[in-house]
């Protein structure tokens, strides 16, 4: 791989294929030298035993640690709504959409489900992640907005 490419992405911190396209120049170059190159570090991470951080020793403020606990504790989302008769729902979902957007490790897999998170990716790459709307007339009447921001957090989060 070129040094000036090397170069490039340890300065400019690409986080997805357009940014590589962009700094490249084109789809073939992408393809042989991002490839390379997330291969490499893939190699350097396991060979230094570095992983992934869970960010839940973070200090949140009360209120979203508390929610942060029955995240893990609760076993879906209703029972984090009987558990917190003083917030609304609605205050409830944004906080764990702040919660997984700031990198805390919250297991959405109790909150939605494998094939609704699944058809939500998908209205997602047709429509973008930018509003919630836009998302929301991609699907029917069965996807809460919860479930969609919930999908949406976790997928831009992992996407940084």
């Known amino acids: 791989m070129p040094y000036q490419q090397l170069k490039a992405m340890a300065t ?16 073939q170059k992408t393809r042989e030298n991002g490839e390379k190159f997330l291969y490499q570090i893939l190699i350097y991470c396991k060979l230094n ?3 992934q951080k869970i960010n839940n020793e ?10 942060l606990e029955l995240c893990i504790k609760c076993k879906n989302i ?19 959409e ?9 297991p959405i897999d ?3 489900n494998a094939k609704k998170q699944k058809e939500i990716l998908e209205a997602i790459s047709k429509v973008g ?3 919630i709307s836009f998302i929301k007339r991609k699907l029917n009447e069965y996807y ?3 479930d969609i921001r919930f999908v949406r957090a976790n997928k831009i989060r992992k996407n940084k």
């Open 12 to 27: 400019d911190f690409p986080t997805d294929k357009q940014s590589l396209i962009r700094m490249f120049g084109d789809i």
């Open 49 to 51: 035993n570095i992983g």
């Open 58 to 67: 973070r200090d949140y403020p009360p209120e979203l640690r508390e929610i």
């Open 78 to 96: 209703e029972e984090i709504y009987i558990q917190k008769k003083d917030s609304t729902e609605r205050e409830i979902i944004r906080i764990i």
């Open 98 to 106: 702040q919660l997984i957007l700031s990198g805390a490790d919250i």
């Open 110 to 112: 109790k909150f939605v």
């Open 129 to 131: 992640c930018e509003n």
């Open 144 to 146: 809460t907005e919860g």
